[in-house]
């Protein structure tokens, strides 16, 4: 069983940027993919990004597509997911979550294909 713990949530101006972390222990962190969805209130979770084992292959939702970037860091086992062009839309709670995989390159975009979750951050874009 893995840990994830998020941080860099926080309150921003709709056009502006935040930068969120997502630190893992336990486990074999390069064995994992990795991905961040989102949970407005009164809404279903959501997908919004993905990342490989081997951090070499990337997956978004449309909705974020052009405007984050996730990024998987196997020697400080971290990942990363830098928002830019914030929107009010944005307004969620971001989860962190994990999946030990054997496949190097396969990406993982349900959240019933994660066994692992992260407590979440609160992220609120103001209009």
């Known amino acids: 069983q893995v840990q994830l713990v998020e941080s860099g949530g926080g309150l921003v101006q709709a056009g502006g940027s935040l930068k969120l972390s997502c630190a893992q222990s336990g486990g074999t962190f390069s064995s994992y993919a990795m991905a961040w969805f989102r949970q407005a209130p009164g809404k279903e979770r959501e997908f919004v990004a993905a990342v490989s084992w081997n951090g070499g292959n990337t997956n978004y939702a449309d909705s974020v597509k052009g405007r984050f970037t996730i990024s998987k860091d196997n020697a400080r086992v971290t990942i990363g997911l830098q928002m830019a062009s914030l929107k009010p839309e944005d307004t969620a709670v971001y989860y962190c979550?994990?999946?030990?995989?054997?496949?190097?390159?396969?990406?993982?975009?349900?959240?019933?294909?994660?066994?692992?979750w992260g407590q979440g951050t609160q992220v609120t874009v103001s209009s």
């Open positions: 979550a994990a999946r030990r995989t054997v496949l190097r390159s396969s990406i993982f975009t349900s959240a019933s294909d994660y066994g692992d």
